[in-house]
Structures are given as C-alpha cells and as structure tokens.
T-cell receptor
Framework: DAGVIQSPRHEVTEMGQEVTLRCKPI?????LFWYRQTMMRGLELLIY????????DSGMPEDRFSAKMPNASFSTLKIQPSEPRDSAVYFC?????????????FGSGTQLSVL | DAKTTQPPSMDCAEGRAANLPCNHS???????VYWYRQIHSQGPQYIIH???NNETNEMASLIITEDRKSSTLILPHATLRDTAVYYC???????????FGKGTRLSVIA
C-alpha cells in the first residue's frame, strides 16, 4: 500500500493566488482529515469527511478555505485567495472505521509558502 | 482543547529505555489513549493505542494505570532515529479526529 499521497510536496505562490492541495487516501478508508501545522499553533484540524460527506468544518479558518471530496479516492483543499498567513504544512490523513481504536494514517504533507 | 498533559521535552541516552509520561485525568470510559510521533518534516506516525490494558507492539509498550488517569509510553531501546515529538491523545472510538497538543520533544543522545 502506498499510504496517503499528497501533492504537491511543496508549493510557493504569491498572495492573492488560488492554491489547491490534493490528497489520495488509502484505498478502502472511509474517513479523511485535513490538518494544518504551524510553529505557533501546532497541528490543527481543519475539516474531516466520513464516507465523502463533510462532518465538521469548524476548523476551517475563513471562507477563503474550502474542501471537497468528490469520491472515496480523492480530496482537495483550496485556498482562494491565498495570504501569507496561510503559509504552513498541510497534512491529510485517512482511516477506516473498525468499531473502535481506529488509526489515522498521515501523508507526508504539503509545505505551502505564500509570498 | 487537548485533554492530556505531557512534559515539553525529555532526553534519553541511546540504547536506554525512554519512558514518556502522559496525564489524562479527565478521560472518559469510552476514550482510548493513542500515541503518535512526528519526526522532523514528516507526517505524524501511529505508535500504539489502548483502552484499559497494557499494550505492546513492535515499536513500543503502553502502560495505562488502573484508574486510567495516566499512561506511559516505553521505547525499550531508544535509537537516534527515535528523536521526535511524541503526542499522547485521548479519543473516543469511531472515525473521530485526533486533537493534538504540544507533545513531548524526545531527544535521543549518543
């Protein structure tokens, strides 16, 4: 299994541009999570999906952020327009419901720099 | 908010056991204790989890007190590659998110 795959690994963009981060969860997993990590705030949950349906997006900082999961094998996190304070590492994770003690598996992250 | 308390940092000599404590005094009966670690620039990695009983796998052992208000993660023979931030997390079962605190930065020293 290739694990959770995120792309791109690094993204450098200018303020005001649209940024799209992509995630392919582990095959067969039915939950997907987007996290953001900064030095100041640590690892923060942005949004998560169960069976492709958004369950909790209360962590999404602003309307500039949106996330979609059109099918079980793909999700996107979009920032439009981007701002320098959005610079962070964005992680995607997936898991499979077993009835207890589920493990989250994380991707390698996307390092976003907004200039 | 994280429901756990961990020391911000610890050192351990290479080859020795690393014992990382965690307090979770408000844990509920249906909450598991999870441990993850994050090596620099990588995504968090699952280590181990437990509900009531002690657990052991190829990476570590998890010791949970009888009242479940605290636990200890044990890396039996720490190596330099175990240098990382270790997160203790309590979480109910089901596909709910992990809520990360600040963790313990473990430095394994040669």
């Amino acid at each position: 299994d290739a694990g959770v795959i995120q792309s791109p690994r690094h993204e450098v963009t200018e303020m005001g541009q649209e940024v799209t981060l992509r995630c392919k969860p582990i095959s067969g997993h039915n939950s997907l999570f987007w996290y953001r990590q900064t030095m100041m705030r640590g690892l923060e949950l942005l949004i998560y999906f169960n069976n492709n349906v958004p369950i909790d997006d209360s962590g999404m900082p602003e309307d500039r952020f949106s996330a979609k999961m059109p099918n079980a094998s793909f999700s996107t996190l979009k920032i439009q327009p981007s701002e320098p304070r959005d610079s962070a590492v964005y992680f995607c994770a997936s898991s499979f419901r077993l009835g207890g003690g589920e493990k989250l598996f994380f991707g390698s992250g996307t390092q976003l720099s907004v200039l | 908010d994280a429901k756990t308390t961990q020391p911000p940092s610890m050192d351990c000599a290479e080859g020795r056991a690393a014992n990382l404590p965690c307090n979770h005094s408000t844990i509920s009966g249906n909450e598991y204790v999870y441990w993850y670690r994050q090596i620099h620039s990588q995504g968090p990695q699952y280590i181990i989890h437990g509900l009531k009983n002690n657990e052991t796998n190829e990476m570590a052992s998890l010791i949970i007190t009888e009242d479940r208000k605290s636990s200890t993660l044990i890396l039996p023979h720490a190596t330099l590659r175990d240098t990382a931030v270790y997160y203790c997390i309590v979480r109910v079962s089901g596909n709910t998110p992990l809520v990360f605190g600040k963790g313990t930065r473990l430095s394994v020293i040669a």
